[in-house]
């Protein structure tokens, strides 16, 4: 019995040794309670965190999509300016084009006016020349008649005059036909 006892005593002891108090059972319950505690704390804060994250994730792509909105507006208002300003340079260049044939064709114009200008004063050149060369002829012609016609007025030698045969005109007629005119 005594060896019982002791099988007893030192099955009691290694128990005792293995099994918990009552403190310590307490105080694993409390440990399980409060880790159980955290967790539940841990993974709300996790799903808070997780949320959060979600609303910024959704602010930061509202954000995106405002300034890709914003940047597509300034785009297209940059193309429209620049559209515009190409536009209104072409009508410059257009106009100063324009402008220039407008000024070439007033040149052209005033050398077309000149020059027919010119060839009216020629044409009035020539025609007061040829005016002039005619009166010229005529008045040589003229001059040339009357020199050739004129009667000239030789003094008569008396003692010949019995030799002196006129013709009809009044002209002397010498023999070999030269004629003297009287007068």
């Given at each position: ?159 010949n005059v019995d030799e ?20």
């Open positions: 019995m005594n060896a019982i006892r002791a099988l007893l005593v030192s099955a009691t002891e290694i128990t005792k040794a293995e099994m918990l108090s009552r403190a310590d059972l307490e105080n694993t319950y409390l440990f399980r309670a409060a880790m159980s505690e955290l967790r539940t704390e841990i993974q709300l804060m996790r799903k808070m965190e997780a949320t959060q994250l979600k609303l910024d994730a959704l602010a930061l792509q509202r954000q995106l999509e405002m300034i890709d909105q914003r940047m597509r507006e300034d785009l297209q208002t940059m193309r429209t300016e620049v559209e515009m300003d190409v536009e209104m340079r072409r009508s410059a260049t257009r106009s100063d084009s324009k402008d220039i044939e407008l000024r070439i064709q007033e040149l052209d114009n005033k050398f077309i006016v000149r020059l027919g200008d010119l060839r009216t004063a020629m044409e009035r050149y020539k025609w007061d020349t040829t005016r002039r060369l005619l009166l010229a002829l005529v008045a040589v012609a003229v001059l040339g008649t009357y020199i050739v016609n004129r009667p000239r007025n030789k003094p008569v030698d008396p003692t002196l045969e006129l013709d009809q005109f009044g002209t002397n007629v010498r023999p070999g036909n030269t004629f003297i005119s009287l007068g």
